[in-house]
T-cell receptor, first 113, second 115 residues
Framework: DSGVTQTPKHLITATGQRVTLRCSPR?????VYWYQQSLDQGLQFLIQ???????AKGNILERFSAQQFPDLHSELNLSSLELGDSALYFC????????????FGPGTRLTVL | AQSVAQPEDQVNVAEGNPLTVKCTYS??????LFWYVQYPNRGLQFLLK??????LVKGSYGFEAEFNKSQTSFHLKKPSALVSDSALYFC?????????????FGAGTRLFVKA
């Protein structure tokens, strides 16, 4: 158990809908990262937050947004969902801004029908 | 462009035999290098990392990795494979001095260890 929690475990929704994925980092970790894992794209970095502020952006679509709250939990919002958004979404956390080791949550499996 | 390559989609090895999972990278400067493992329906788990120092890094579950600067490689190794090592392995590179940071993950190599 990495200490990173993600909810929900599974999410099934329809195209055009909006969903929110939630992540609680390990106790004491200030950095939160979001990744998308799909069969054809592999593991893609989406975005990083550190202590409430956005610090790095990867291949995140404009339809997706994230935030980190004062209690350091983070939410990833996915809107106008498309079939291609079906994937595993992972959250990871680390202690520092440019932290080395990341600790991954169990993931949220999103299925868009 | 910065990149990480895992040239083998799949590696098959018999239990008890040594295993190697290959990783090469193209990143300027001195990056941090990592290996992670993913078991079915689980998140990635940290195995080991190289930052500086000895080129041979030892990690969890008996794994080790060898850093080769001239070949820009960071191959994962284990002297004697176990069936329970069967999983998806990711090499990752963190470019140096990026301000915020974006870890680059390889595409993953699936390891099958046969009894």
């Amino acid at each position: 158990d990495s200490g990173v929690t993600q909810t929900p475990k599974h999410l099934i929704t329809a195209t055009g809908q909006r969903v929110t994925l939630r992540c609680s980092p390990r106790s004491g970790d200030l950095s939160v990262y979001w990744y998308q894992q799909s069969l054809d794209q592999g593991l893609q970095f989406l975005i990083q937050y550190y202590n409430g502020e956005e610090r790095a952006k990867g291949n995140i679509l404009e339809r997706f947004s994230a935030q980190q709250f004062p209690d350091l939990h983070s939410e990833l919002n996915l809107s106008s969902l498309e079939l291609g958004d079906s994937a595993l979404y992972f959250c990871a956390s680390s202690v520092e801004l440019a932290g080395d080791t990341q600790y991954f949550g169990p993931g949220t499996r999103l299925t868009v029908l | 462009a910065q990149s990480v390559a895992q040239p083998e989609d799949q590696v098959n090895v018999a239990e008890g035999n040594p295993l190697t999972v290959k990783c090469t990278y193209s990143v300027s400067g001195n990056p941090y290098l990592f290996w992670y493992v993913q078991y079915p329906n689980r998140g990635l788990q940290f195995l080991l990392k190289y930052i500086t120092g000895d080129n041979l890094v030892k990690g969890s579950y008996g794994f080790e990795a060898e850093f080769n600067k001239s070949q820009t490689s960071f191959h994962l190794k284990k002297p004697s494979a176990l069936v329970s090592d069967s999983a998806l392995y990711f090499c990752a590179v963190r470019p140096p001095n990026t301000g915020g940071f974006k870890t680059i993950f390889g595409a993953g190599t699936r390891l099958f260890v046969k009894a």
